[in-house]
T-cell receptor, first 114, second 114 residues
Framework: GDSVTQMEGPVTLSEEAFLTINCTYTATGYPSLFWYVQYPGEGLQLLLKATKADDKGSNKGFEATYRKETTSFHLEKGSVQVSDSAVYFCALSLLIQGAQKLVFGQGTRLTINP | GAGVSQSPRYKVAKRGQDVALRCDPI?????LFWYQQALGQGPEFLTY????????KSGLPSDRFFAERPEGSVSTLKIQRTQQEDSAVYLC????????????FGPGTRLTVL
């Protein structure tokens, strides 16, 4: 079935380091791909998305490119900040009954030290 | 404007008790989703409403779980005879139209069953 596999955490980096969080997916169709972020004590927030192959989603300095050939959607940021500490979820959407159902990875906890 | 709200934020129940979790979606949003997030895991789909119609309930783990959205706005997830394995965060999300893939999440209700 359709699924998402994320890089296991936790990931700990120093401020201004380069970040990559790997995400690969398995899907029968052509899903949209997402990164959601969950800050401590808050709900899930959409960080970025891409709806078709070779699309690049970007937001707040984060980027991810929809790679159909490698079925990947890796999250990157050139210089992380302490405020980026959160749990990051990769997800794909499946069209069912006219709506988009999300399938999530297990999450990667990121801690940025000053 | 107001986002998705959920209540209560925290619920402690004794095993065997019934609980009811409420979700107020963003006004005017047609689609409403419930997800279950176990500790350290990504959210998993439970059920989906389009207005008042429950179009998919394939993710409900047992017949002890029941969801409704009688007037196409507020939704309630009810769990009867709670078990320890029901302990999780229950997330509600809404989206504007049937095929819109951006879902907006509430803060969740953390249910602990003793």
């Amino acid at each position: 079935g359709d699924s998402v596999t994320q890089m296991e955490g936790p990931v700990t980096l120093s401020e201004e380091a380069f970040l990559t969080i790997n995400c690969t997916y398995t899907a029968t169709g052509y899903p949209s791909l997402f990164w959601y972020v969950q800050y401590p004590g808050e709900g899930l927030q959409l960080l970025l998305k891409a709806t078709k192959a070779d699309d690049k989603g970007s937001n707040k300095g984060f980027e991810a490119t929809y790679r159909k050939e490698t079925t990947s959607f890796h999250l990157e940021k050139g210089s992380v900040q302490v405020s980026d500490s959160a749990v990051y979820f990769c997800a794909l959407s499946l069209l069912i009954q006219g709506a988009q159902k999300l399938v999530f990875g297990q999450g990667t906890r990121l801690t940025i030290n000053p | 404007g107001a986002g998705v709200s959920q209540s209560p934020r925290y619920k402690v129940a004794k095993r065997g008790q019934d609980v009811a979790l409420r979700c107020d979606p963003i006004s005017g949003h047609v689609s409403l989703f419930w997800y279950q997030q176990a500790l350290g895991q990504g959210p998993e789909f439970l059920t989906y409403f389009q207005n008042e119609a429950q179009l998919d309930k394939s993710g409900l783990p047992s017949d002890r779980f029941f969801a409704e959205r009688p007037e196409g706005s507020v939704s309630t997830l009810k769990i009867q005879r709670t078990q320890q394995e029901d302990s999780a965060v229950y997330l509600c999300a809404s989206s504007l139209r049937e095929i819109t893939d951006t879902q907006y999440f509430g803060p969740g209700t953390r249910l602990t069953v003793l």
